[in-house]
């Protein structure tokens, strides 16, 4: 799987957009964009995932750049329940679904 | 809720001591992955289990061992505790093996070792 890279930390305001960047520039064809986040003391919660179009769901959306090179997972009004670590994860469709390969995230930290 | 559950939720072992964890995966899925997270650390992957057999590992040493059963609930031991074990434990289930699939985790097992 391709390696992928996060800035270690992020703040927001309550009530705002927070936009997430992820760099995967080593992205191969059938490698699709995962992301994750983990809640303290929870285990990861599963967001949203793409391939080449934007997606959206009730959670957030995902931006693929057109080179598929870095993505940017946006949620679009922040609260303060969505401080937490942020994994991107980038995973073939044919790799095996349980040996995902996470990194150290972005902390996002909501602020009022 | 992911309707993963793990058990027990805090453990303190000792170094050279044995320990096993225990976890239930989502109704339907046949697919059960062990993770170990440091702490400040992204997950590492351990190993994976489908239909009982092992199918995948991550680099981890044979001190860390699984079992998967009919139920598709699974358990991850420990053996020769080291103080480098202390972390958090993560399961996740899955509806099979394929690339797609979400994964869905448990709370996890916190393991200190002394």
């Known amino acids: 799987d391709a390696k992928t890279t996060q800035p270690p930390s992020m703040d927001c305001a309550e009530g705002r957009a927070a936009n997430l960047p992820c760099n995967h520039s080593t992205i191969s064809g059938n490698e699709y964009v995962y992301w994750y986040r983990q809640i303290h003391s929870q285990g990861p919660q599963y967001i949203i995932h793409g391939l080449k179009n934007n997606e959206t769901n009730e959670m957030a959306s995902l931006i693929i750049t057109e080179d598929r090179k870095s993505s940017t997972l946006i949620l679009p009004h922040a609260t303060l329940r969505d401080t937490a670590v942020y994994y991107c994860i980038v995973r073939a469709s044919n790799t095996n679904a349980g040996k995902s390969t996470f990194g150290d995230g972005t902390t996002l930290t909501v602020k009022p | 809720e992911t309707g993963v559950t793990q058990s027990p939720t805090h453990l303190i072992k000792t170094r050279g001591q044995q320990v096993t964890l225990r976890c239930s995966s989502q109704?339907?899925?046949?697919?059960v992955s062990w993770y170990q997270q440091a702490l400040g650390q992204g997950p590492q992957f351990i190993f994976q289990?489908?239909?009982?057999?092992?199918?995948g590992r991550g680099n981890f040493p044979p001190r860390f061992s699984g079992l998967q059963f009919p139920n598709y609930s699974s358990e991850l031991n420990v053996n020769a505790l080291e103080l480098d074990d202390s972390a958090l434990y993560l399961c996740?289930?899955?509806?099979?093996?394929?690339?797609?699939?979400?994964?869905?985790f448990g709370a996890g097992t916190r393991l200190s070792v002394l």
């Open positions: 109704s339907g899925h046949n697919t």
């Open positions: 996740a289930s899955s509806p099979g093996l394929a690339g797609l699939n979400i994964q869905y």
């Open positions: 289990y489908y239909r009982e057999e092992e199918n």
